[in-house]
Structure formats: C-alpha cells, structure tokens
C-alpha cells in the first residue's frame, strides 16, 4: 500500500478515532513522453524566474497568495498548519445521512482509511454502527490546503473517506438543450418503451467489476510492443482520410434498432411483452401501380415479334429440317 497521505482523527461528539489515509485508486493512464519529432529526444520543462528567465531550484520556491497585482503574501506549510491546528488532523463528521441521498454526481476521490495505533476498536464501533444504521457520515477535510466536503461510507470491512464537491462546484444544466418527458420532438410510445425495457431485461446481469478493463490501453501497449519488435521504434504513423460524415436529417426508425437489438428482423415478428393491438400500429405497405393496358399491349406484341424473328431459320447455313422442327414447334 505504501506510506500514508495523511494521520489524524475522525472526530464527532467525544468520539476520536486515529486514523491514517491511504489512496483508494490508482492511475492505469498511459505515460506517454513528449518528443522532439526532428530528433525524437524527450521535451523538458523548467521552473523559471519569469523575471530574468533564469531557471529555479525547488529549494528556491515558496508559496504565495496574491492580495493585490503582483503584491503577494508568502505562506510557509507552517503557516497553513497554524491557521486552524485542529481543522488540518481531523475528520470532522457534521452529520449522518441516508446513503441513498447523496447523488453520483457528488462524488469525486475515494480513499481508504485504516485505524491508527490503538484505534482499532473504536474504528470498529463507527464502522459496524454505518453498517447497521444504512448511513454515511457528512464530514470535511483539509487535505495538503484545501478544505474537502467528504462522505464517510463503510464498504465491507474498511471505511472509506470520499471526497465531494461542494453545490456550487456543480454546474447548473439550465442552458443545456434536454428534452423533458413532454417534450413533442422527444415523444416516446408504449411499445418503443417496452422493446426498450425488454432489450435492458436481456442486457442485465450481477455486478463483476473484475470482467470490465481498460481495453484500448492493452490496445496501445499491444500496437507499442509490435512496433519495438518490427523495429519501428522511431517511425512516426501518418494519419489516414478520415471517411465522409452521416449525412444530417436521416430520421432514426427506432423501432427497428430496437427490433434488430433483440435479434428480430424489423417487419417481421413481434417484440417481447408487446400488446395484441401494436399489431393495428404497423403500416400496411402501398400496393404497386397497375401498368396501363396500353403499355402491356405493346409490350406483349414486340415480344410476340422478337418470337417469331428468332424462329426463322438463318439462310446460310441452312439449317437441318429435322433440327429446325422441334425449334418451330417450340417458338410457336
């Protein structure tokens, strides 16, 4: 697991609970290197003086807040550390709430929190007491100098501190353009909602986070690994003609998507848990156009002529009577 972020407490009421903090994730992301593509060597960047332009060491830097243009108050982590003492070592747990009642949305980095030394009973208590009360706990944080709203959930044996976002860190959708359920362009009928719900029905299964993986990783590693072995190792790929977009104002049959997602051919068939009279929804397809009787007259005389040409026997060579007789009584 490593070394832990950070050591303090959950505290609520006269309750403390040493705890230490340790990452929840890790990132699987590509580490891709930026290159010189005329020479291919790494590209670096410096921490420079934007003053004289001269390069500075980490040892040389500091932090500052600016109160005022180009007017700065300089913070040591002694002076984040004084500024509350209490509020940087403590988990403090403002209030208790349905798990249920904090959406995804909120949601932002989990990370796991393990009992520190004689912590174990009381991390204990707090955990088995979530677990039957079907609560998470409301708390803030500050970790390294930023205050975190955070939830305290029990999952399985180990309590895990996920970070939240405050409301006003969530944006607002009013200026995005989504259909309500009235919404006449979005306007969706009882059988596209039953195909639909049918299809979801064939689709769902138990929860098995260990079958899902990053795949287009393994596909790059995979592309990189055949490239070192054919020794394309500083080749660059040229992008290829990009094919033509769908043309806009094609009108979606959804039915029919629906009907091919569930294995059934559009037209034909019905879909599950379908209704007796969705069959009185479908089209009856137009009957074709009669040929007038003038066209097919004529046409029926040019093929009676093209008959008749074709039963003549050619004048050179003549052919025999004994073949010639069945071909006339054929074409008659």
Not at 74 to 82: M, T
Not at 138 to 158: M, P, S, Y
Not at 164 to 179: F, N
Not at 180 to 191: E, F
Request: hydrophobic content about 35%; proline content about 6%; glycine content about 6%.
């Amino acid at each position: 697991m490593g070394r832990s972020l950070w050591k303090g407490a959950i505290s609520f009421g006269l309750v403390h609970i040493p705890v230490e903090m340790y990452p929840a994730v890790r990132d699987n992301a590509l580490d891709l290197t930026m290159l010189d593509r005329r020479d291919f060597s790494p590209v670096g960047f410096k921490r420079y003086n934007k003053g004289n332009n001269k390069e500075v060491a980490w040892d040389d830097i500091v932090k500052g807040y600016e109160y005022g243009d180009g007017e700065y108050v300089v913070l040591s982590e002694e002076d984040l550390r004084r500024a509350n003492p209490e509020a940087t070592g403590t988990i403090d747990i403002l209030a208790f709430v349905d798990a249920g009642t904090v959406p995804l949305l909120y949601y932002e980095q989990p990370y796991y929190l393990a009992p520190g030394k004689g912590g174990d009973k009381v991390y204990a208590l707090l955990r088995e007491t979530l677990r039957k009360v079907g609560k998470i706990g409301i708390a803030t944080v500050i970790i390294r100098v930023k205050q975190h709203l955070a939830a305290l959930v029990c999952e399985g044996d180990t309590i895990v501190l996920n970070t939240l976002r405050y409301s006003d860190e969530i944006r607002p959708t009013d200026e995005l353009k989504i259909p309500t359920a009235k919404s006449k362009t979005a306007a969706i009928t009882d059988k596209e909602l039953k195909m639909a719900m049918a299809l979801v029905e064939g689709m769902s299964e138990d929860w098995e986070p260990e079958q899902y993986h990053d795949t287009y990783r393994e596909d790059i590693l995979a592309l990189v690994e055949k490239k070192v072995k054919a020794r394309q190792t500083k080749s660059i790929t040229m992008p290829e003609k990009e094919n033509a977009p769908a043309g806009k104002g094609n009108v979606i049959d959804l039915v029919a998507l629906l009907q091919q997602s569930l294995g059934k051919k559009p037209g034909k068939g019905k879909a599950a848990n379908d209704d007796e009279d969705d069959a009185d929804d479908e089209e009856t397809p137009p009957a074709k156009p009669r040929k007038s009787a003038s066209k097919t007259t004529a046409t029926k005389t040019a093929a009676k002529s093209a008959a008749k040409t074709a039963a003549k026997p050619a004048a050179k060579p003549r052919a025999a009577p004994a073949k010639a007789a069945p071909a006339r009584r054929k074409a008659a």
